[in-house]
């Protein structure tokens, strides 16, 4: 509220917010009037006999709602509510965030610095770091993940033994503090029965139904195509480019040929956001412990 263009909206607001609170005690004033002769009627009728009478609302009633519009003025006179005005206490909210988490910061310090002395895999195994890490996952990367580590589609699963980018503990470390980009190009330009032909392929490596023909027209376009640059000659993946192993019958869109043909055709982007300036080295240790716990059962 300190940062107007111009003069305009700052008193633009201070006029908005004065105006309103004072509209709302002229209209309970009103209301208190009554506006025919005692015991009249408003002319409504409910039931045949039910009656609506035309007299003042209860004095209590009234005075509750004149306390709040002196509460509204009272605060707009102490705290920062009518533009650029910061109020007579001078309170204000800039940098509460900083200050608030800096102080925490502080003191668990001593905590995290003892986590810190320790490699990730004795961390991973100690009881009191991993409640901690659970309660940073908890915190900010269930939205993704889920609450159970299992992912959803689109999200890896952190609690199986398929990684991605590699599941060692400085892998994880880095997937963690730098984030990560995983792209697969889209490759509609081979024509829908190529992609048919891979989808049948690609379905197959993993044991499931696909058509014989299919995938044999597959297999040579596979490698004739490019896939096999990324994801390698047996289709095991490669992780120093985050190429997903194609045989270990784990899907992070989906088994079905639709959706694997949708995956060739339109190609697929996923970023991991990078965590390390926003928790810190510290945090960002213990919460690599944590999940590599996942995958190693060390919990």
Same mark, same amino acid.
């Given at each position: ?125 100690? %009881? ?118 194609? !045989? ?14 949708? !995956?060739? !055709? ?29 995958? !190693?059962?060390? %919990?």
């Amino acid at each position: 509220m300190n940062d107007f263009v111009n003069q305009f909206w700052n008193w633009y607001v201070i006029l908005f917010v004065l105006v309103s609170i004072i509209a709302c005690g002229v209209l309970l004033w009103m209301q208190s009037v009554p506006t025919g002769g005692k015991g009249d009627t408003t002319g409504h009728v409910w039931d045949e006999t039910l009656e609506e009478y035309n007299n003042p609302l209860p004095k209590w009633w009234m005075w509750l709602f004149y306390i709040t519009v002196i509460f509204g003025l009272v605060y707009c006179a102490f705290y920062p509510a009518l533009g650029s005005f910061q109020g007579m206490l001078g309170w204000s909210s800039s940098g509460q965030l900083t200050k608030e988490l800096a102080k925490a910061d502080e003191q668990t310090k001593p905590l995290y610095d003892k986590y810190m002395k320790m490699d990730l895999r004795t961390l991973a195994a100690d %009881k009191e770091g991993n409640e901690t890490g659970k309660r940073l996952y908890l915190t900010y990367c269930m939205q993704c993940h889920g609450a159970d580590a299992r992912g959803s589609k689109g999200f890896p699963n952190l609690a199986d033994h398929d990684w991605q980018w590699g599941g060692e503990p400085e892998a994880i470390v880095q997937t963690i503090s730098a984030g990560r980009v995983g792209m697969m190009p889209p490759h509609a330009q081979i024509g829908a029965e190529t992609i048919k032909d891979l989808a049948n392929y690609v379905r197959s490596l993993s044991g499931l139904p696909a058509d014989s023909l299919r995938v044999a027209k597959g297999q040579e376009a596979f490698n004739s195509v490019g896939c096999s640059g990324c994801h390698g000659p047996d289709a095991k993946g490669m992780q120093a480019l985050g190429a997903p192993n194609l !045989t270990d019958k784990i899907w992070l869109y989906g088994s079905a040929e639709s959706s694997i043909i949708e !995956t060739i !055709t339109k190609g697929r982007t996923n970023q991991m956001p990078a965590w390390k300036d926003f928790l810190g080295e510290e945090k960002v240790h213990v919460l690599a412990a944590y999940v590599l716990s996942l995958s !190693t059962g060390s %919990k």
